[in-house]
């Protein structure tokens, strides 16, 4: 039984192939198979012809089987299962329950088309309960009779039967009828292979045959040459995927991708940066970045979010960069509102420990490093973010630089602080983030090469099994000279000059001491030291020793693999069953006995005490990861070395880069998790540090860029003007110039061909500068004026109500002409405009002091200062009229005036910026000036009745009238305080006495027994008196007799002092014109000279500067310091060199005289 449908035709000889396969099956089952074919076709009629007549002239179409009940296709055929029932089209089918339905193997033929020929119409049974299942378009079954095609051969010969043929042509019969059979097979079996090389070609021209040999990459790029490669460069058309692997090949080699755009469609350059530059990258940290790598985290298992925190920070050109995709000016340093450019970069990364991965996280510019205290802030809070997103943060590393040490530890001393305040007790070996604990290590080939700088220029000593050794950089020299000869002889084969000899060592690079400190380089030494003795020193063997044991340190921290390498037993991965944590702890006890030899005394490096300190690090982290679950630790993914080669930004491993080639993958898998989400700017964080404490930096306040960006707009007015003037000569002179004006350089820059752009004059600019800012504010006040109306409009409050109006003094609000104010007065008149009154009172202090007095802005100024720098507060501009601030900080000033002179001294002491104690120093020496706390006491007063006023003006009880008498109060109280000068002079003095500033009035009381007035008016016991006090006050520079020979000088020369005026004449008198006298009264003189030194002003000083920046200018801005001084010395003391030149060739023969007489002697 074969396929046909519900129509049932004849059986032609084609379906032969279909009994075959029925006949090895047995009887029973084909006839209960029969038996369920005719009752699901409906057809229950045709069981009384027989089974034998329906299988052999009858078939059921092929649409009444369901695809469950076929075979996978073949050759364009469909097999049909063997015991399937047709489901299809039927109405009447129920499977029976006690003979389920079973799926054979058994492969059924496709019958061919149904003859439409010879057709019997057989209808179904009259009552029949399954008549109505079958279709509409089969309700008759129409047997076709095909012809067979032995009848045709012998019809050809008019005969019906074979017996009537001959013997001999009943055989030829038979071979024509076989071959016949056999004609037909080849043919069949001709379109067969016809029909599979046609599916074959279809097959291998279409796209799913390329990606069963190509991976999906190379389909992509192989996909997207075959439609862009006859295409012209403009029409050609990327997907994002291209882009996104043209730009990694541009990034790998962008010379390379020069060549292969040659011969392949490949994207421009300009395009891919289009590209990476939405990218949302930028200084910070990186909420694209922490969303994505949140996604690759939950596809993690536990162990593999394991990471450690890396950073490192390199030195960069200093450069600026204008980001057009941002309109953002880049190369400033992160944090600042101030144009500091940029001289370093500090680059932030997490790395898996498990699992080699490796991710950057964040990246800052500064200027001159970033400081200790913001370094330690962004280790906090990106850690923080990072656990957040679900990484396990355990360790750090970074190298020796001071200020990561200095951060470090302050992070250490942040967590132990901690724990004190709560009275817990500290078990941790590291610092805390977020209750969890972080062990800080130190970069290990860095450590190394620690000691190998250290050595070369001191000796080490150190005990080894037991026994004090040395070990010095002359050694390896010794034995480098020795080894030197023919090359493939040598036994130190990688050791060149730039290892050995101090001056050509490249001291930044990790291979060189890795190679010297190594297995070979000990094993040399060790064996000529005892093959050839006297061809090395004694201290030979200990450095063999030294080199050893570092080589071995270094091994058991590197290693990257399960299995050690040959003759390498510790450079291999941390294990239970490994020697790893056994070497550790041996090699602390030599690691604490090693010091450097510095003259007669000897120290222990920082250096060495890093190791020790990285080491008992490394063993608490292997034993707290063993404990989390890891069998395993690969000491290698605990170092520098992806931080060191991200900084290297242009290749992924640049030539003699200072680290190991690293194999770590990226956690990010796509670029496309950045250019398709839609995410969120980048996080500013907050600091901690003085380094925001500055204002903005605009670059459109620059008045030249600006000028010349306004004269190129005006340049396009002046076009469009000419096109309405015509030729007016007139008029384009006095808007164009065919000079170069320098308001045009701009305009210069950006044409393309000569004359193509006007370039107006710079009066003309201006005037349009000018419009556009008076558009500008005419435009604001009318926006100001609509919202105004539309506001009260809304609040269903009329205008013609309003008697009333009010605003501080900005001229957009308050002008008289052009004023909102003036144009709500020109709706109603009645609305009074009434200027702030404790707005105008700030403002009036501002223009009374800082406007008139530069005196009290300086005062002011430095008043702020103080507080930026013991604050750490944003630098801010004072707002005239926020008096009340400037109020409390005069107070706290006041309140902490002795407090904040000592803190300013400690700073100058122990801080170890230059800049800081620098800026302490400043302000110390400020602050200790008398009209300093003169300020003060004035200020204070000033203050303090504005500050009464000021508050109660805004009161909501207050009123006009009220208001109006509160100033008037202040006004006559400030009246009296401006005329009683005196008294704030008087409590000036008494302040700076208990403050301890002196004034100047003091010095000069200080040493009045000096004044010759002075000198000759007292007695002996009033001089003497005087005397003594002036010795206690300097008793390190007076002696002891200085009382005694001031009463000697004043009783042998009076009447000469009588005739002097100033202390001046009495030094000229004492030291210049009798040099006698100098010696009888020496501490007089000495006295003398110290009045003397006490500065009045510092305008030689200042003209000091000037001279330097008459003889320094930009034109010999290469002067050496030696030069510049000797011509600053000569400019300065031009007058004394004049009078040297007069007499020089009197004073050159006095000297030779001097010279001559002292060779006689």
Known sequence: MGKAAVDIHIKTPKHKRFEKALQQNKKLTICILLHKWIIAIGRPDLLPRGKAIIRKNYRVCDKHFSEKSKFPAYKNRTNLKYRSVPDLLVKGLQNTKDEPEQEFDTFIPTPMECSPTEESELSAMPGSSLQNSVTNTSKTLKPVRISNPRSSLLKSLNITRKAMLSPKAHKLYEISASLKKYARRLKQKNEDNKDRIKEALKFAQSPEYLQTFL??????????????????????????????????????????????????????????????????????????????????????????????????????????????????????????????????????????????????????????????????????????????????????????????????????????????????????????????????????????????????????????????????????????????????????????????????????????????????????????????????????????????????????????????????????????????????????????????????????????????????????????????????????????????????????????????????????????????????????????????????????????????????????????????????????????????????????????????????????????????????????????????????????????KCRGQGYDGAATMSGIYNGVQKKILDREEKAIYVHCAEHRLNLVLNDASTGAIPEVQRFWELIEQIYVFFANSIKRRLCPTRWSSRNDSLQAVAFRYCDILKALSKIILISNSKTERNEAIYIRKEMENFEFVLQVVMHTKVLTTTNLVTKALQRPDVDLSHANVLLERAYQELRVFRNDYEGAKTKAVKLSAAWGVKSLKDVIKTFRVLQPEELTKMTDQELFKEAVKLEDTYAEDIGDRFPEQLISLRSCLKKRIEKLSSVKQLADLLIVENAALSTSFQEVCTAVILFLTIPVTVATAERSFSKLKIIKTYLRSTMGQEHLSCLSILSIEHKIANRLRSNLDQIIRKFADAKVRRIKF
């Open 215 to 800: 991976n999906k990459t190379t389909y992509n790029f192989v996909m997207s040459q075959l439609n862009s490669q006859n295409k012209k460069s403009r029409g050609r058309r990327f997907s994002l995927e291209d882009k996104i692997f043209a730009l990694s090949l541009l990034k790998q080699s962008p010379k390379g991708y020069r060549l292969l755009k040659k011969t392949f469609a490949l994207p421009s350059r300009r395009t891919l940066m289009r590209v990476l530059n939405k990218v949302p990258f930028s200084q910070g940290l990186n909420m694209a970045i922490l969303n994505s790598l949140k996604t690759a985290i939950a596809q993690m298992k536990p162990l593999e979010t394991y990471c450690i925190f890396l950073f490192d920070e390199m030195s960069i050109e200093p450069s600026l960069h204008f980001n057009e995709s941002n309109d953002t000016i880049e190369g400033f340093q992160y944090g600042t509102k101030t144009p500091k450019i940029a001289d370093h970069v500090m680059v932030f990364m997490a790395r898996g420990i498990y699992k080699k991965w490796k991710q950057p996280i964040a990246y800052f510019f500064t200027e001159h490093g970033m400081s200790a205290v913001d370094l330690a802030y962004n280790i906090k809070s990106i850690i923080s973010a990072l656990q957040n997103i679900g990484l396990n943060v355990v360790a750090t590393a970074c190298d020796q630089m001071s200020t990561n040490i200095k951060a470090i530890k302050l992070l250490e001393e942040e967590t132990r602080t901690s724990f004190l305040n709560t009275g817990d007790e500290n078990k941790y070996m590291g610092f805390c983030v977020e209750k969890k604990e972080i062990v800080p290590l130190f970069d290990f080939p860095h450590l190394l090469k620690g000691v190998r700088n250290n050595l070369l220029n001191r000796p080490a000593t150190f005990i080894w099994k037991g026994e004090e050794e040395t070990s010095c950089w002359e050694d390896i020299i010794k034995i480098f000279e020795i080894d030197v000869g023919d090359s493939d002889f040598k036994m130190l084969n990688k050791i060149t000059e730039q290892h050995v000899y101090p001056a050509k060592i490249k001291k930044m690079k990790v291979k060189n001491a890795a190679q010297v400190f190594s297995h070979r380089m000990s094993s040399t030494m060790r064996g000529i030291y005892r093959l050839a003795p006297g061809v090395l020193p004694e201290s030979s063997l200990g450095t063999a020793n030294f080199l050893l044991f570092f080589d071995k340190l270094f091994d058991s921290v590197n290693g990257s693999k399960m299995q050690p390498e040959a003759g390498k037993e510790l450079r291999c991965g941390v294990t239970k069953e490994s020697e790893h944590k056994k070497f550790w702890e041996e090699a602390l006890t030599v690691l604490k006995t090693i010091k450097f030899k510095k003259g007669g005394s000897s120290y222990v490096p920082p250096t060495i005490r890093n190791w020790i300190w990285s080491i008992k690090n490394l063993i608490y982290l292997w034993e707290k990861l063993n404990s989390l679950g890891f069998k395993y630790l690969c000491p290698r993914n605990l170092n520098q070395d992806p931080a060191m080669i991200l900084n290297n930004f242009m290749t992924s491993h640049s030539p003699g880069a200072n680290c190991e080639e690293d194999d770590s993958e990226g956690a990010l898998s796509h670029l496309l998790e950045f250019l398709d989400a839609d995410l969120p700017q980048n996080i500013v964080e907050k600091s901690v540090e003085p380094v925001l404490n500055t204002t903005k930096f605009n670059f459109n306040e620059s008045p030249t860029l600006a000028l010349q960006t306004n004269a190129y707009i005006a340049g396009y007015m002046a076009k469009k003007f000419f096109k309405q003037i015509g030729n007016c000569g007139i008029c384009k002179s006095l808007l164009v110039s065919e000079n170069k004006e320098i308001t045009n350089f701009h305009i210069r820059e950006r044409e393309f061909h000569s004359n193509a752009l006007l370039k107006p004059r710079t009066h003309f600019t201006k005037l349009f500068s000018q419009c556009v800012q008076d558009s500008k504010k005419s435009m604001i006040k009318r926006l100001m004026e609509s919202k105004i109306v539309d506001g009260l409009e809304k609040s269903e409050i009329k205008l013609s």
